[in-house]
């Protein structure tokens, strides 16, 4: 994989992903032997949204490799209070990290960010644009526990501003997967990712019920349907109603179907569906370390290659 | 040529003459071009006259400055049709068409209120130009409709 910065889903190639993924697993298997990976290195953390998951398996994926972290801390206490620009930012943060990883309310964000910095800078979220690290981590569960062949997914929720969709369905196109989308009219997929799916010759089907597809279906991607989409609470309530799960729903499923979330849920699958064996969210969040690691690794060589030419 | 006509296509000595412009987008041409009249640049703008291509064309002359390649190819968004002639001395030297540009820079703004490009940052608004419309570098937002509308104010 020889790319300076991650930055969109769109970039990683089928030989890429694969990378990424086979490395995770060598990972997973043998975590200490990378342990001394990366002493000495320093992962600057640059998050201007909350974040829990990404944020702590970036740091816990840097620290097993032997390396540490430097965090800009919250908004509220940084001199972006102040008024700095974001490229200002980047660019004295890079001065003080070997890698940088970016979590930004704007789309678009790590995009420009990428221009202005020489080191290796991952996108971790940038607004409603990309989540790509959280689509490797996706990609992961899924080779695991359905493989790439003939594979068919229902990616459920909010899917007009949900990043872990966008970023998802666009790496799929890479493998032999048949994406059915279920969603709210209103909150289907927005027409940037359309263009991009058509374009990939993928064939975007749409669901507005999930029965209509639930017995088809090899993985059901939950996403979560936000309240400020919405004017009012009660035309939410009707709405995410609609897209909530529970192991009764489940019964009418393969009974190998594998349900993923990238987390935090809030009602959207019942605690009931935890105890199944099709419950895979938790699983799929503790991929993140050995998947990052893995992405980290292979960043950061990259980084070493191009300085030694 | 009568009176009319005279004012209409009165001679420039130097400069650029834009013809064919799609009827009524004269102004957005200028504000593309950043010309507003405000440096004193003398400028002539005949709007909507009769065409036999076109129906009804817009004509733009710009003394004193003759625009390259890249900066009216931009032009081919909003007025697809239009020809450039760089004048010297009153006599037309140089003819050609717009082409599609592959990318514009500075030119357009994003509609994405959301789009980094908005933003207070040391960046100008990018776009790629794609089948059927211009796509943001930055956030991906594709404009199909209405461009003028997107024209950054100055």
Redesign the interface.
Known sequence: MRHDHIISAKQLSRADIEAVLDHAADIAADPGAYADRHADTLLGMLFFEPSTRTKMSFTTAMKRLGGDIVDMGSVESSSVKKGE???DTVRVVEGYADALVLR??????S??AS?FVDVPLVNAG????QHPTQTLLDLYTIRENAGFDDLTIGIMGDLKYGRTVHSLAHALTNVDAHQHFISPESLQLP??VR?DLHQEGAEVREHTELDEILPELDVLYVTRIQRERFPDESEYRAVAGQYQIDSATLEAAKDDLTVMHPLPRVDEIAHDVDDTDHATYFEQAHNGVPVRMALLDLLLENAEVTTDE | MSDDEQLRVSKIRNGTVIDHITGGQALNVLAILGIDGSSGEELSVAMNVPSDRLGKKDIVKVEGRELSQDEVDVLSLIAPAASINIVRDFSVIEKHRVSRPSMVEGVLECPNHNCISTEDEPVESRFAVVDDGVRCEYCETIIRDDLPAHILAE
């Open positions: 620009s974001l490229a930004h309310p704007m789309e678009g964000s995009k420009m221009e940038d607004g409603a644009g027409r940037s263009y």
